[in-house]
């Protein structure tokens, strides 16, 4: 104990501790509990170079010279004056500082002590939390030394919980301060906090237990909005991976009617396409790997795109009107070009890096999001309205509705059809093509990487509505968040079962899908 | 009323070269001693045998998509059911010579701390059930999809999506170990059935003897059906369908007959090559051998029965004889086969035969072959 | 295949409509009043009436876009208007009915283009076609499998086709198209038949002909002819409907319609 009694002492007095008697002299000691002292008191003092002594004596790297109690931490052959950080001349005489496991615990709270004192903010919001998910009966003193001098209104509410917290445990508080702790602890809000509320379950006051009750029923509620909000989101993550694989299959199919079934092998290449730019650019210039995915887009899109071209120029121009016939061809082109690029890079899965701005998370009102996602997210939503635009205004948009509607017409007006259908097709593929590059950032690259997405995206399209885009936006979100959100209950196979069966009875429902084009010439 | 044969011309070759390969393979193989020129191994037969139910489940999947226009990419599915249905049966005959030697749990039931026989699992000691379920699991199924799909109209590649979302379905599910079905692993390791050990080379022959008959008896019912009344309903509603039902038919109903009497022969054909491969696992749900086995249908020559087994045979040969020879081509030849088949040999081998030699009467029952595509001429019906 | 199938038709019926509305409302065979249909905003059908007794003949003309087709689609189950009253032999409603049941009432149709089975022979599309029991497994083993040459014979010598019977349909010219779906009309023996331009296609002398032939049906069967052909409509000596706008223009002898000034207006020309 006299090591908090030191502390408290020296925490109080705080502004004198930087001239109260050094402790280094203690840990020349055999004695563990001057060792002890010294530890305590060195977390006290608030010397920048403590923590380093700490970790030295914690690694068994701390000596001291019996002669004059000076103490050495050794680096490696080299040796250093602890207090001063200067080097010093090898000795032969020193003694090795020993640290037990009462030792080494007192480092440790030494260390988040040392840390509630430590300049940076971040580094005191995370010793608070620590305090609080320790609730280290034995650190509040420090707390409210830290909570005396905290300026920062969000390392002082950390402060204030992690009070809180450690009050709750420490016997003998008071009723009243065990009730006014509550509410800080509820307003944080997290698993943690309830914990800590729960530990009130066998209180002697009915008035604690009772507020510990409604504390941790709100903390509930709160949790359970916030794990929904935060499945949606991955709903939403997973609605837009969708959205990218199938969007280019609601112009193939959707607008052409026709079934591409190597349209996940257009994927496949996008994503190949971004891990060989990634290559060159590594190879060649590797400051612009920033600039990596930006540069694989417009690439992806036009080897993708022309794959498509030629697929369309001399396979399904021959087959239009006969969609069984096509499934049939392009599955075959499927095969082959999965083989291909077996051949060509391996059956096993290529490594594709991520730029800086795609890793990481942030936290958003206690919903975590990882940028990558966000990115996906955002690119998803813009190829979608990129698409839009381009079917609904431009002249090449114009044609292609014009072609699809009624192509003897269309032709009668001058419109050369054959160009049209190949560079729809072309444009088709080319969006798989770049949701390639996106989903490289989320998934194996592997000569099998678009046979995963296939059937996904044909049931996004049947189920949003053949030729409706709307459709198929709807339909990815939906099928997206409404798979997370039975995640938790049945586990993903099934929910991903259960996703599949849904569209199998929803298809019976609606043949033509959540967004149908009404009118006679649909149905015949 | 002239009526068609039930066997014509082109079905006794069928039956006799069938029947031939049945009294010859087991000759050689049991007839001749190893190492006798003529022997042949019963590894061989055994592939032989493979290739016969794969036929089945050609000839199945033929009576659907080349009579009445169901292309069907999940007959893989029922295939595989009755290969499980068997392989429950084979799983329970092992008894207690499991590595755990546990008299009622198959192993991979002891690994995974099973306490009890799953209630699906009861009866499946009797070889009589389970051959009941054979045909019963994968036709309830192929009723209950059908019925359902066929009734609300759902046709053309809409339903060719779906069945492939079903197949898909399955496959996930049966990789899942809380299935009680073995997971990822399957069923293997079997011993015997009916008592006769299924490594013998005389289970061996005769597996191959049965599935070379039921290959002729689904020959026959599929042609019984396609050549009565009922197949020309049949082949109608593959044409026109909207039309049979302003003459009072309901082509939901003869969909769904042929839809589940087919997925029942795609049963059996799993069923007999369960023992003859001595292992059913959840790969042989994947849409891919699905989508294969639409393949041998083309190749053989859609709405000839006939064909369909042909192709597949012809098929699976290659199959193996190129991934011995070369692995890394098959995949590329199987691609170009599905191209140039639907490019340049729309009727298959068959059907251009027929085509050929017996004259446009012969082929008229085939699906046709659109000559203008119905977009570019797209007035329709109505006005 | 299904109970459903089996039991006679106005028991179907009945258990459908309750027997509130058992009682007979009209006497008419086919009795449409109202029927509106519209089609993503268009509308193409306007609140139509029509009323055709039993046996009656009766030809309907009205140019393009007046509602002809799309009155045989609500008729027939095709269509599901939005609106109205379409009663058939004054019990059944057939708007509660799909396709084949309504066929199995007792009304058949002839489509404008001629559709009939193109793989099979002249023969069998007769065949398909002869009324009898409809069901899956009738058809397996029952009696479509029996059915003696001749039953079929007698109708293709009617509709002139029988030197072609083993002929697969696909082969047959246009003209002969169209006789095979009226010979296929005539097989299903309906109660009503709906004909919708049964002579486009067709030389003067086949004209002739079915005029004929769709006369003598009409003996003891109750037709609806669509037609442009003014001189066939002539031939056929009924009453006339004209339509316009998905409505009735007008109604009455070939003579008072042709006469009617509206008539001509949209629809002879002046």
Redesign the interface.
Known sequence: MTRFLALLLLLIAAPACAQAPSPYEKFASDNYSDIDAGVAGLAASGDPRAGDILAALSDGRLFYRPADKTLFIKQGPALSDARTGAPAPADDGLKLVRANTRIRRAIEAAQGQLNLASPNAGRRREAADAVFKARDVAALPALDAALARETDASVKRTLTEARAAVLLVKPGTSEGDRLSAIPPIQARGDGDAMGALRGLSADPSEAVRAAAAKGIAAIETKLALLNAAQNVWYGVSLGSVLLLAAIGLAITFGVM?V?N?AHGEMVMLGAYTTFLVQELIRAKAPGLFGWSLAISIPCAFVVAGAVGVLIERF?IR????????????T??????????V??IFGPTNREVGAPAFMSGAFDLFGLSVTLGRMWIVAFSIAVFFGLMFVLRKTSFGLKTRAVTQ???MAAAMGIRTPYVDAMTFGLGSGIAGIAGVALSQIDNVSPNLG?SYI?DS??VV?FGGVGSLWGTLVAALTLGVANKLAEPYFGA??A??GM??F???F???R?RGLFALKG??VE? | ???TRLIDPKGWIFLAALAAICVIVPLLNLGFPPGSALHLPTYLVSLFGKYLAFALLALALDLVWGFCGI?SLGHGAFFALGGYAMGMYLMRQIGSRGVYGNPILPDFMVFLNYKDLPWYWLGFDHFAFAALMVLAVPGLLGFV?GW??F????T???L???T???T??LM??F??NDMGLGGNNGLTDFKDLLGFNVQAQGFRVSIFVATGVALAIGYLIARF?TV???G??L??V???E?????????PE??K??AFTISAMMAGVAGALYVPQVGIINPGEFA??NS?EA??WV?VGGRGTLVGAALGAVVVNYAKTVLTGVMP?AW??A??????V???FL?RGIVGTAMEKFGG??AA???P?E?E?????A?????? | ??MA?TLPPVTQQGLELGPANRKKTTGALLYLDDLKVTFDGYRALRGLSLSLDRNEMRAIIGP??AG???MM?CV???TRPDTGTALFDGTHDLLKL???AI??LGI??K???P???????V??NI???LKGP????A????W??????ES?DEILTVVGLLPHR???A??LSHGQKQWLEIG?LLA?DPKLLLVDEPVAGMTDAETEATAILLRTIAKDHAVVVVEHDMAFVRALGCRVTCLHEGAVLAEGSIDSVSADPRVVEVYLGR
């Open positions: 009617g079934i079934m396979i021959f087959l239009y009107g006969r969609p069984l016939e096509t499934l049939l061809a599955f075959g082109v499927s095969l082959a070009l999965q083989q291909t077996r051949s009624n192509r003897r046979q059937i044909f049931l049947v196979v099934l991903k079962i599949l069966v569209i199998i009875l298809i019976q429902k043949p006679r010439a015949s | 009323m002239a009526r292309l999809f359902l799909a009734r609300s109209r759902v053309g590649v809409y060719s999506i779906i492939q979302a079903l898909y379905a996930l599910a990789f899942r059906m009565s009344a009922y020309k309903i082949i109608a593959r044409d026109a909207s039309r049979t039902r302003f003459l009072g038919y309901r109903h003869f769904t007959l849409p891919t989508i639409v393949i083309a890394d995949l590329f199987l691609g170009a086969l599905f191209v088949v639907t490019l729309p446009r009467r008229a029952t085939l046709p659109p203008i595509p119905p977009q570019l797209e007035e329709g019906q109505g006005s | 295949m299904s199938e393009n876009g002809k087709t799309t689609d027939t189950g095709k799909d396709e084949p066929a199995d058949g149709r489509f404008q283009k559709t009939v089975f193109e793989s099979h022979t023969a069998d065949l398909l076609a409809r069901a899956g497994v058809s397996l083993f029952g479509r499998n029996r059915v003696e040459a079929i083993m002929r697969p696909a082969d296929m299903q």
